[in-house]
């Protein structure tokens, strides 16, 4: 029974030295929290290569170009198309300024206090 008064005494007294006490005037403070956030910076750039459109069946010059995010003079202007615009299937299409996405997330990492 000793023993086991003894025992309990001194890990309450391992407990209290480790936590410390209520007149204690030294206070801890935990590091500063590192926490990593993504942002997304938008843009968008102009390839400045031309690409080649196959035309295919029932396509004409101005959904080319809505699809492509350019003119449809600029195609027949490229293309050296009759002012009308007329294609056929098969036929081979620059497509000029193509449009490049080129976002791209950045990391940052803050340091924030707890």
Do not use: W
């Amino acid at each position: 029974m000793h023993r086991t008064l003894l025992l309990t005494l001194i890990a309450s007294a391992l407990v209290v030295a480790a936590c410390g006490t209520a007149s204690s005037s030294a206070v801890e403070t935990l590091p500063p929290i590192r926490t990593t956030t993504s942002t997304t910076v938008p843009a968008t750039t102009i390839d400045p290569r031309d690409i080649v459109y196959i035309v295919q069946s029932g396509d004409n010059v101005n959904e080319i170009a809505k699809a492509y995010e350019t003119s449809a003079a600029e195609i027949i202007r490229l293309n050296r198309l009759p002012e009308s615009g007329e294609i056929f299937p098969g036929q081979e299409l620059k497509i000029p300024n193509v449009r490049v996405d080129t976002t791209l997330p950045t990391t940052t990492t803050t340091t924030e206090a707890p």
